[in-house]
């Protein structure tokens, strides 16, 4: 049990503090939101400044070969290490708090155990992976699926940015792969990050355990028909993939309601994207997920059924393709009820993806939720409060204390 603190001030301040050295860094004046996108200039401040943070408590950091950091507290000689961590990397105009919570609690939870004279038994490892969002190269948790294997090495490498940069070319290097040596240093991951949902407001809780996600994927639609004249073109010759496309986004809302799953058409792109032409190309990416594998499954199948069968109507074509999926993931259950008795915080599943639900096919994972007021994510209102942020600070040391202290 953490006793005492010899640290200056408050809890609360020392996360504000730390936290408002951050808090600038890739933000858009326009939106409030962030433009972290992986390997480019802000989220390469922002890794400087992962470096300079260990740095500071004299943590050797480390890079593998597929862009993840890692920085050391205690001797490597000692034993398999408890790794804690996150991402930098956001969505577009998103959070200040999704990813960079975990990493920014992970230091100050690092000195909230120094401080309580905690000596690990076990080396204790603050992470930052890359791209964990797919906001740039369009497949998520990209830096947790290279380390772990769980994607071809040279498809990950191939991956193209809307400039057509590859994510090699961004990392400077071919990605080196799998890592078992490396993975097999960890005895254990717990990923903190800010809750993507309303649960912990309703149960008036600061912090919860994670239970599972719900298994989820990317599918790209490309819809073709003729580019043509809007004005000269006859509403009854035209083949015009936008209605293909627009008629699937209400059919993959309307089937998703029908089975409690949830499905998004969030990015679209056209061609010409001109006002006065038909365009020639359609492309959208239908983000599903459900409970169950079986239910997202078919909510995906009726969904390009409902938009094949649209397009033969309207004389355009369609092909999708699977962009990226995760399995359910049910966190280490032992585990789970452990730290949520020690916490005395609810356990809850979650729909959103993260580098724990990779590793946790590879190591005993958990997750701690924090609660975020609003309930939004992936948008600039997300937010939470610093007495919420610093109780999870404090729940990851103890969480910590109890995994790297034998
Ligand atoms: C990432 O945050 C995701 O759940 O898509
Ligand atoms: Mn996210
Ligand atoms: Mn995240
Ligand atoms: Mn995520």
Same mark, same amino acid.
């Given at each position: 049990?953490?006793?005492?603190?010899?640290?200056?001030?408050?809890?609360?301040?020392?996360?504000? $503090?730390?936290?408002? $050295?951050?808090?600038?860094?890739?933000?858009?004046?326009?939106?409030?939101?962030?433009?972290?996108?992986a390997l480019?200039?802000?989220?390469?401040?922002?890794?400087?400044?992962?470096?300079?943070?260990?740095?500071?408590?004299?943590?050797?950091?480390?890079?593998?070969?597929n862009g993840?950091?890692?920085?050391?507290?205690?001797?490597?000689?000692?034993?398999?290490?408890?790794?804690?961590?996150?991402?930098?990397?956001?969505?577009?105009?998103?959070?200040?708090?999704?990813?960079?919570?975990?990493?920014?609690?992970?230091?100050?939870?690092?000195?909230?155990?120094?401080?309580?004279?905690?000596?690990?038994?076990?080396?204790?490892?603050?992470?930052?992976?890359v791209e964990?969002?797919g906001?740039r190269f369009g497949v998520?948790?990209l830096g947790?699926r290279l *380390?772990?294997?769980?994607i071809d090495v040279d498809r990950a490498a191939g991956l193209r940015d809307q400039a057509g940069t590859t994510f090699a070319e961004a990392l400077g290097e071919q990605p080196a792969g799998?890592?078992?040596?490396?993975?097999?240093?960890?005895?254990?991951?717990?990923?903190?990050?800010?809750?993507?949902?309303?649960?912990? !407001?309703?149960?008036? %809780?600061?912090?919860?355990?994670?239970?599972?996600?719900?298994?989820?994927?990317?599918?790209r639609?490309?819809?073709?028909?003729?580019?043509?004249?809007?004005?000269?073109?006859?509403?009854?010759? @035209?083949?015009?993939?936008?209605?293909?496309?627009?008629?699937?986004?209400?059919?993959?809302?309307?089937? %998703?309601?029908?089975?409690?799953?949830?499905?998004?058409?969030?990015?679209?792109?056209?061609?010409?994207?001109?006002?006065?032409?038909?365009?020639?190309?359609?492309?959208?990416?239908?983000?599903? @997920?459900?409970?169950?594998?079986?239910? *997202?499954?078919?909510?995906?199948?009726?969904?390009?059924?409902?938009?094949?069968?649209?397009?033969?109507?309207?004389?355009?074509?369609?092909?999708?393709t699977?962009e990226s999926?995760?399995?359910?993931?049910?966190?280490?259950?032992?585990?789970?009820?452990?730290?949520?008795?020690? *916490?005395?915080?609810?356990?809850?599943?979650? &729909?959103? &993806?993260?580098?724990?639900?990779?590793?946790?096919?590879?190591?005993?994972?958990?997750?701690?939720? !924090?609660?975020?007021?609003?309930?939004?994510?992936?948008?600039?209102?997300?937010? %939470?409060?610093?007495?919420?942020?610093?109780?999870?600070?404090?729940? *990851?040391?103890?969480?910590?204390? $109890?995994?790297?202290?034998?």
């Amino acid at each position: 049990m953490l006793t005492h603190s010899a640290l200056k001030g408050s809890l609360p301040n020392r996360f504000r $503090e730390l936290w408002d $050295e951050i808090a600038p860094i890739g933000r858009d004046a326009g939106s409030g939101g962030y433009l972290r996108y992986a390997l480019t200039e802000p989220e390469r401040t922002l890794r400087a400044w992962f470096r300079e943070q260990a740095d500071r408590r004299g943590m050797p950091v480390a890079q593998d070969g597929n862009g993840n950091l890692f920085a050391w507290w205690g001797d490597p000689a000692a034993g398999d290490a408890v790794l804690t961590g996150s991402h930098f990397d956001s969505v577009p105009h998103g959070g200040a708090y999704d990813g960079p919570l975990g990493i920014v609690s992970a230091f100050l939870a690092v000195d909230e155990l120094r401080a309580a004279g905690v000596t690990a038994d076990r080396p204790v490892v603050v992470a930052a992976f890359v791209e964990e969002e797919g906001a740039r190269f369009g497949v998520p948790c990209l830096g947790s699926r290279l *380390l772990t294997g769980e994607i071809d090495v040279d498809r990950a490498a191939g991956l193209r940015d809307q400039a057509g940069t590859t994510f090699a070319e961004a990392l400077g290097e071919q990605p080196a792969g799998a890592d078992p040596a490396l993975l097999g240093r960890f005895a254990a991951f717990v990923e903190l990050h800010v809750e993507q949902g309303r649960a912990l !407001v309703d149960l008036d %809780a600061p912090v919860a355990v994670a239970s599972a996600i719900w298994p989820h994927g990317r599918w790209r639609f490309d819809f073709t028909g003729e580019g043509n004249h809007a004005g000269t073109t006859r509403m009854a010759d @035209r083949r015009d993939p936008m209605l293909t496309y627009a008629f699937t986004v209400l059919a993959a809302n309307k089937e %998703a309601r029908l089975r409690d799953a949830h499905a998004t058409v969030g990015r679209v792109s056209v061609e010409p994207n001109a006002t006065n032409a038909i365009p020639s190309r359609v492309t959208g990416w239908l983000d599903a @997920r459900a409970a169950e594998a079986e239910t *997202l499954y078919g909510l995906v199948e009726a969904v390009r059924t409902k938009a094949a069968d649209r397009a033969g109507r309207d004389g355009t074509a369609l092909t999708c393709t699977q962009e990226s999926a995760t399995p359910l993931v049910a966190f280490d259950r032992g585990l789970a009820d452990r730290l949520a008795a020690l *916490l005395g915080a609810p356990v809850l599943p979650t &729909g959103a &993806g993260h580098d724990a639900g990779v590793l946790a096919a590879h190591l005993p994972t958990a997750m701690l939720f !924090v609660r975020n007021p609003t309930g939004v994510s992936h948008s600039p209102a997300e937010t %939470a409060t610093d007495a919420d942020c610093a109780a999870g600070v404090a729940a *990851l040391a103890r969480v910590l204390e $109890e995994l790297a202290c034998r």
